[in-house]
C-alpha cells in the first residue's frame, strides 16, 4: 500500500502517484492511478482507480468503476457507481446514483440539455448581432 500522508495548507503538492491501493490523508496529489484510492481530509486533482473512496476531502475529476464520498465534494465523476452522502458534485456521469443529504449541479442528462440551450442561445445572438454587422456595411 501507498500512503500519502502530510502536505498541510502552504506546503508542496505531489505532482503524481501511481500504485495498487493509494491513501491520502490530509494530503493533496496532482495526479492519482491506482487500483483503490482513499482519501481521508485531503484532496486530488484527477483521480483514476477502479474503487475511489473520500471522507472529508475532494476530489477535481473522478474516473473509475465505483465512487464514494462522504462529507466531500467532487467536480467532475465518471463512473458505473457512484454514491455520496452530505456531499456535493458539480458533474455526475454515472449508471447508478446513490445518496443521502446530497447536492448535484449537473447530471448528465441535464449538462447535455444545458449544451444544446447553450448552444441555441449562443446561435441566436450570433445570428442577430452578425445581422447588425452586416447592415452597419
Not at 490530509?26 to 486533482?45: F, L, M, N, P, T
Not at 462522504?70 to 457507481?81: C, D, F, K, L, M
Request: charged share 25%; proline share 1%; net charge negative.
Amino acid at each position: 500500500m501507498n500512503e500519502h500522508t502530510g502536505n498541510l495548507p502552504g506546503t508542496d503538492v505531489s505532482r503524481e502517484a501511481v500504485g495498487e491501493d493509494l491513501r491520502v490523508q490530509q494530503g493533496s496529489i496532482e495526479h492519482a492511478e491506482a487500483d483503490k484510492i482513499h482519501v481521508e481530509q485531503g484532496g486530488i486533482g484527477r483521480a483514476e482507480a477502479r474503487f475511489v473512496d473520500v471522507v472529508e476531502g475532494g476530489i477535481g475529476l473522478a474516473q473509475g468503476e465505483n465512487v464514494t464520498v462522504s462529507e466531500g465534494g467532487i467536480g467532475v465523476t465518471i463512473a458505473r457507481n457512484v454514491r455520496l452522502e452530505q456531499s456535493t458534485a458539480a458533474l455526475v456521469a454515472a449508471t447508478n446514483i446513490e445518496g443521502e443529504n446530497v447536492t448535484i449541479l449537473f447530471d448528465l442528462r441535464a449538462a447535455l440539455l444545458f449544451g444544446v440551450v447553450v448552444g441555441i442561445v449562443m446561435g441566436l445572438l450570433r445570428f442577430l448581432i452578425g445581422g447588425e454587422e452586416s447592415e452597419k456595411d
